[in-house]
């Protein structure tokens, strides 16, 4: 994926959150709560959404990057796995924030 589909990607998500986050104002009292709930649903799925998209991405990269170096020296396959890990570990972040925002 490109610079620029994840550039538009990014700016249609952020296009449908600013459309959306306006039909919550008039809200009667009774109908609040579930509005809130949607929101953080919605929210969440932005969040992880976005956290998974970057995981992907730069595991992409990095698992490239990866091979080539196993390839040229195999005694550097135990770090590689590090910082696999750590790429990975974005994903994981995403998952946290979802459960923060929940409240669960």
Do not use: C, D, H, W
Request: proline fraction near 1%; glycine fraction near 14%; charged fraction near 10%.
């Amino acid at each position: 994926m490109s610079y620029r589909s994840l550039a538009l990607v990014m700016g249609a998500v952020t296009a449908m959150m600013v459309l959306t986050a306006g039909g919550g104002a008039f809200a009667q009292e009774e109908q609040a709560a579930k509005t809130v709930v949607g929101e953080q649903m919605l929210g969440a799925a932005i969040a992880f959404g976005l956290a998974a998209l970057g995981a992907g991405l730069g595991l992409g990269y990095v698992g490239a990057a990866a091979l080539a170096a196993i390839s040229e020296n195999p005694k550097i396959q135990s770090r590689v796995f590090i910082f696999i890990g750590m790429v990975e570990s974005i994903a994981i972040y995403g998952l946290v924030v979802v459960f923060i925002i929940l409240g669960q």
